[in-house]
């Protein structure tokens, strides 16, 4: 099973600042890192897909990139909506498909 | 526009069993993979389980193997889980999942398993 470790575990921004959320997968996932998105209460969200192509209606201040074990997610300027927590998850090797333990962005 | 409505969630006793369902609409159901997720209280997601799109290939955790098991009615565009020998550790919000070409793309709400006592 591949093992998906993000960091850190909370990352605290002001509005209107970049933040940078990290994934690694114990072993190469090639392209095949997604990114979803989670509010409380809320379905999770696909953001980013084969590592860096952004779902549809995604909007553009968000990024991915990295191929086989080291990930990032960028926020290029947080918005209010954009405080939740994110998750990383491979599908290179399934089954299971793995996900990381979540990143928490939280207003500073 | 794509919906996953998950139901059949409650609060059920050790070694109890349950029924999940999930009525899908929105997109052509028999040509898709689908899959559960669930998460604990306070912790991340963790897949649970597949099933192709004819229910001809099922797949399932290690924690739920033998325990779960997973189908679908393209019929009636839905997706079940049927779940016995529960163990508190299954206690968490169970998601119905839509997968396109190895991602999964939508989910639903989520419906809230409780394994207690």
């Not at chain 2, 004819?54 to 797949?59: E, P, R």
């Not at chain 2, 019929?75 to 919000?93: F, G, I, V, W, Y």
Request: charged content about 15%; hydrophobic content about 30%.
């Amino acid at each position: 099973e591949i093992v998906m470790t993000q960091s850190p575990a909370t990352l605290s921004v002001s509005p209107g600042e970049r933040a940078t959320l990290s994934c690694r997968a114990s072993q190469s996932v090639n392209s095949m890192l997604a990114w979803y998105q989670h509010k409380p209460g809320q379905a999770p969200r696909l953001l980013i897909y084969e590592a860096s192509t952004r779902a549809t209606g995604v909007p553009a201040r968000f990024s991915g990139s990295g191929s086989g074990t080291d990930f990032t997610l960028t926020i290029s300027s947080l918005q209010s909506e954009d405080f939740a927590v994110y998750y990383c998850q491979q599908y290179h090797n399934w089954p299971p498909e793995t996900f990381g333990q979540g990143t928490k962005v939280e207003i500073k | 526009e794509v919906q996953l409505v998950e139901s059949g969630g409650a609060a059920v006793q050790p070694g109890g069993s349950l029924r999940l369902s999930c009525a899908t609409s929105g997109f052509t159901f028999d040509d898709y993979t689908m899959h559960w997720v669930r998460q604990a209280p306070g912790k991340g997601l963790e897949w649970v389980s597949l099933i192709t799109w004819d229910g001809g290939s099922t797949f399932y955790a290690d924690s739920v193997r033998g325990r779960f098991t997973i189908s679908r009615d393209n019929s009636k565009n839905s997706l079940s889980l049927q779940m016995h020998s529960l163990r508190t550790e299954d206690t968490a919000l169970y998601y119905c999942t839509k997968e396109r070409l190895r991602i999964i793309d939508y989910w639903g709400q989520g419906t809230l398993v409780t394994v207690s006592s």
